[in-house]
T-cell receptor
Framework: DAGVIQSPRHEVTEMGQEVTLRCKPI?????LFWYRQTMMRGLELLIY????????DSGMPEDRFSAKMPNASFSTLKIQPSEPRDSAVYFC?????????????FGPGTRLTVT | AQSVTQLGSHVSVSEGALVLLRCNYS??????LFWYVQYPNQGLQLLLK??????LVKGINGFEAEFKKSETSFHLTKPSAHMSDAAEYFC????????????FGKGTTLSVSS
């Protein structure tokens, strides 16, 4: 398996622009998580899905952030409008309730820079 | 609420020395505990996990960790450090239910000198 795939790997955008981050989970995994990593706050959970349904979005910082999972193999995290404080590395992770449950497999991350 | 505290944001050891990275957790339910490693510009990789089986858990790359309920600790050790062990290490906790989110500690950066 190719593992969790994220795109783009790097994104540089100007303040006010819309940013869309993409994630393809491991095939067969039924949980998908979005995390954000910053120096100040460390790794924070933003939102997670089970069988494409959002379960907990309490970590989404504000209404500028939205996430969707239209099918089992694709999820997006959108920021509109973007702000410099959104600069961070965004990770997607997936896990399965069968096989090796509780283990989350992380993608390589998307490094977002908002100028 | 669950939480994780990693003592020491930065640990430095010499090559061949013992590695000890400390993690204490707080959980109102039986926890599942994890150690992840992150190399520069990469995602997180699972080193090992505790899921209520053996309290001494062995992971990849010669690392192991011991779950001590009385001390609410899950410290990570390796008998002999290698230069390639230099990375950031994260301890994480989740409730003993499949699919619940991980709560991460702030991370500990391990430096290894020759």
């Amino acid at each position: 398996d190719a593992g969790v795939i994220q795109s783009p790997r790097h994104e540089v955008t100007e303040m006010g622009q819309e940013v869309t981050l993409r994630c393809k989970p491991i095939s067969g995994h039924d949980y998908l998580f979005w995390y954000r990593q910053t120096m100040m706050r460390g790794l924070e959970l933003l939102i997670y899905f089970n069988n494409n349904v959002p379960i907990d979005d309490s970590g989404m910082p504000e209404d500028r952030f939205s996430a969707k999972m239209p099918n089992a193999s694709f999820s997006t995290l959108k920021i509109q409008p973007s702000e410099p404080r959104d600069s961070a590395v965004y990770f997607c992770a997936s896990s399965s309730t069968s096989g090796a449950p509780y283990e989350q497999y992380f993608g390589p991350g998307t490094r977002l820079t908002v100028t | 609420a669950q939480s994780v505290t990693q003592l020491g944001s930065h640990v430095s050891v010499s090559e061949g020395a013992l590695v000890l990275l400390r993690c204490n957790y707080s959980s109102s339910v039986p926890p599942y505990l994890f150690w992840y490693v992150q190399y520069p510009n990469q995602g997180l990789q699972l080193l090992l996990k505790y899921t209520s089986a053996a309290t001494l858990v062995k992971g990849i790359n010669g690392f192991e960790a011991e779950f001590k309920k009385s001390e609410t600790s899950f410290h990570l050790t390796k008998p002999s450090a290698h230069m390639s062990d230099a990375a950031e290490y994260f301890c994480a906790v989740s409730e003993a239910q499949a699919g619940t989110a991980l709560i991460f500690g702030k991370g500990t950066t391990l430096s290894v000198s020759s």
